[in-house]
């Protein structure tokens, strides 16, 4: 029982509420996300980005699977990549398999059309992890990798990666360097101000686009917004 209690609670906390619940007040927010991030990129052409954050466990990956359904309602074609290839979970998320993705297509084993699955939200293509690998930093930093974000902006009209944290491995600066931009995530009263400033730091370093900041599980309260995005 306690068991069957502790997944009922994790499948919650995964909930994909801009898809399950379209009219609340936090989907309106992930909207507002979208467009604002659709502002900041006025005078480019923004077709792909990776949402990160500092740390683990600070909402990264449930940001950047709501943020991939909303642009798909939008009527854009788009593809959500799990590139966080030491511990994935999108396939939790979307209830979908992992046994083929990412991973396959770096090393050659299959093309990306073959290992893209449906998510069951409209417009919108799942690719997961795929088995996890040994070498995620090298698979990252390949020639294959820039190969894939650049065929994948081919395909779809936005492409989201959900990586790593900054300031436990690299995957995510280096990753910076092929898309548009970069979205990082700080959870309210979790996440340490100086190690969010150390993350946008190391970013920067490399030449990363930053677009914004969301701050995310913050309390509710009258005329409060549960998002928050800035320059």
Do not use: W
Not at 39 to 58: C, M, R
Not at 199 to 204: I, S, V
């Amino acid at each position: 029982m306690a068991r069957k209690t502790t997944v009922q609670r994790a499948q919650q906390h995964r909930s994909l509420i801009t898809h399950e619940q379209p009219k609340s007040p936090i989907s309106e927010q992930f909207r507002t996300l979208r467009t604002n991030l659709q502002f900041s990129a006025v005078d480019q052409d923004l077709k792909s980005l990776i949402v990160t954050s500092s740390h683990p466990a600070e909402g990264k990956s449930l940001t950047a699977a709501n943020l991939a359904v909303t642009f798909a309602q939008q009527g854009k074609k788009v593809l959500l990549v799990d590139s966080d290839m030491r511990k994935p979970s999108t396939h939790f998320t979307f209830r979908i398999n992992n046994t083929m993705g990412l991973s396959n297509v770096l090393v050659g084993d299959f093309c990306l059309e073959t290992v893209v699955q449906d998510s069951k939200v409209d417009n919108l293509d799942v690719l997961t992890c795929g088995p996890v690998p040994p070498n995620p930093a090298e698979l990252i930093g390949s020639k294959a990798f820039a190969q894939l974000v650049e065929h994948a902006k081919k395909l779809y009209d936005m492409v989201i990666f959900d990586t790593p944290p900054v300031l436990a491995v690299t995957d995510s600066q280096v990753l910076s360097q092929y898309v548009d931009g970069v979205l990082l995530v700080v959870r309210s009263k979790v996440t340490d101000k100086n190690e969010s400033v150390r993350a946008k730091n190391l970013l920067e370093q490399t030449h990363a686009n930053m677009l914004g900041v969301v701050l995310n599980d913050r309390s509710i309260e009258k005329n409060s917004f549960y998002y928050y995005y800035g320059k």
